[in-house]
């Protein structure tokens, strides 16, 4: 069973930066299929960074410019890089990665961004 726990989360003012992190229980080296999703209150999850392919992201319109998702397979940790937080940004950040067939999501991190 693959366990994926995200942490990095937390209080922030506009403007600020967080970095969360998902670190797998299971190799990533193959992994591809690999994304950043968040929920707001009252609001569905929505994808914010996925990996493509040849190594390219795409991201959220709202986010574009603003966060980078990125990996290091020598560690099994998937990052998000946020910049310039606004509070709409606010929400639980979940992790989700693709071993075979099988979806794996993390707990989810808390991001709350301050005006």
């Known amino acids: 069973q693959v366990q994926l726990v995200e942490s990095g989360g937390g209080l922030v003012q506009t403007g600020g930066s967080l970095r969360l992190s998902c670190a797998a229980s299971?190799?990533?080296?193959?992994?591809?299929?690999m994304a950043w999703y968040r929920q707001a209150p009252g609001k569905q999850r929505e994808l914010v960074a996925a990996?493509?392919?040849?190594?390219?992201?795409n991201y959220a319109d709202d986010v574009k410019g603003r966060f980078t998702i990125s990996r290091d397979n020598a560690k099994n940790t998937v990052y998000l890089q946020m910049n310039s937080l606004k509070p709409e940004d606010t929400a639980v950040y979940y992790c989700?990665?693709?071993?075979?067939?099988?979806?794996?999501w993390g707990q989810g991190t808390q991001v709350t961004v301050s005006s």
């Open positions: 989700r990665l693709r071993w075979g067939l099988y979806y794996y």
């Open positions: 299971s190799s990533i080296f193959r992994v591809n299929d």
């Open positions: 990996f493509a392919g040849g190594g390219s992201a």
